[in-house]
């Protein structure tokens, strides 16, 4: 049985790699490069990581590959972004990339070369369960990835493994170490999948530019000027400059009024403007195929690394789901993903369109 290894040229990769030579299987690595820099005074991260990608295979003995699919990301997850944020919504680039390219693309490009399944270095688990596949959390809670990894379909999942699933990172850099590798100790990446990170507003005004707008206060008190409501999310804190005339300390976004380009702010990090207690989703992808009921109780994530929250979800007739939460929920943040959970199982997830926070529901983005 022959499978592909996604080395990214991290730890993580490299292990999943290392324990599927241990089982006797025939591996082949493959090192994408997905983002073409566009600023030559910047070093090229890629290229150190291909570097390391093809020193672990070396050290392993495994063919290995190098791909470029920058246009194809370019075209399936950026510019989908881009247009996310001119809406003044806050997409999240990583669950498309990983539906789009690293499950989508890479895993055609496997069945060309003959190869018909694939592996990640992600902290998750795939089980099977009367004769479908079901996606579980990480055994490291630290690291559990299977929110980024909630849009896969049943096809990408029965295609694919996540060989250190199971393991916690310390035992992954143990196993690391034990090889000779050097990626033992390497820090994890961090920022957009495949760009790396960046000082967001720069790198998103190269993009969608600026649009000038005004900063105000709940009372209609204008405060100050923003260079676009695309540039700031629900919640944010940095980065709104010097407000005339303001008291002095933090102030925080509350809501972004997309149509007249305006920002509101408040110093209060849990303003009532930011609370949501029902929150609505779109684009529903069941990881069984469909949603368990059409009412039922589960947990959620709004955001990754955010605690479980308990809620009760109804599936709408539309499609949608509303997800009813016993605690308010801050900052829920269109465009970004509400991610749903039975205990270990991630049951799929969908996009936050809206939710019943004053600041959402009084500028376009109702429950």
């Known amino acids: 049985m022959s499978i592909l290894v996604a080395l990214s040229g991290g730890v993580d990769s490299a292990v999943a790699a290392a324990l599927l030579v241990r089982e006797g299987l025939r591996v082949e690595a493959l090192f994408m490069r997905n983002w073409e820099e566009e600023d030559p005074s910047r070093p090229c991260p890629a290229e150190a990581d291909a570097a390391d990608a093809a020193e672990v295979a070396r050290i392993l003995g495994i063919p290995f590959h ?23 919504r806050t997409p999240n680039p990583d669950v498309l990339c990983n539906r789009e390219i690293k499950f989508g693309v890479l895993l055609e490009h496997a069945r060309a070369l ?86 967001f507003r720069p790198f998103l005004e190269r993009f969608l530019g600026r649009r000038e707008g005004e900063i105000l206060s709940t009372d209609g008190t204008r405060l100050g000027q923003h260079p676009g409501v695309h540039l700031f999310t629900l919640g944010q804190r940095a980065g709104l400059g010097g407000l005339r005339g303001a008291a002095p300390g933090p102030w925080y976004v509350l809501a ?61 007739d539309s499609g949608e789901v509303l997800a009813a939460f016993e605690a308010p929920q801050r900052a829920v943040t269109p465009g970004q993903f509400l991610v749903l959970y039975d205990g270990e199982e991630c049951l799929g997830g969908g996009i936050i369109v809206g939710g019943d926070a004053p600041g959402l529901a009084r500028y376009g983005f109702p429950p």
């Open 66 to 88: 190098r791909r470029d699919f920058a246009v194809e990301y370019w075209e399936s997850v950026f510019a989908r972004a881009l247009e996310e944020f001119r809406a003044g």
């Open 114 to 199: 003959g190869i018909g399944s694939l592996a990640t270095g992600h902290h998750a688990r795939i089980a099977r369960r009367n004769d479908r596949m079901i996606l579980l959390r990480g055994a490291d809670p630290e690291k559990d990835q299977s929110y980024f990894l909630h849009a896969l379909s049943q096809e990408q999942l029965e295609a694919s493994r996540f060989p250190i699933g199971h393991l916690r990172k310390s035992e992954i850099r143990r196993i690391a170490r034990e090889l000779h590798l050097r990626v033992h100790d390497k820090p994890d990446s961090t920022g957009i999948c495949f760009v790396g990170e960046r000082r």
């Open 256 to 316: 972004k009024d997309v149509a007249g380009n305006r920002l509101y702010v408040a110093q209060d990090p849990e303003h009532p403007w930011l609370q949501s207690h029902r929150i609505r989703a779109a684009r529903l992808n069941w990881i069984a195929g469909s949603p368990p009921a059409t009412r039922f109780a589960c947990s959620a994530k709004l955001r990754y690394r955010q605690p479980d929250q308990s809620c009760i979800v109804e599936v709408l």
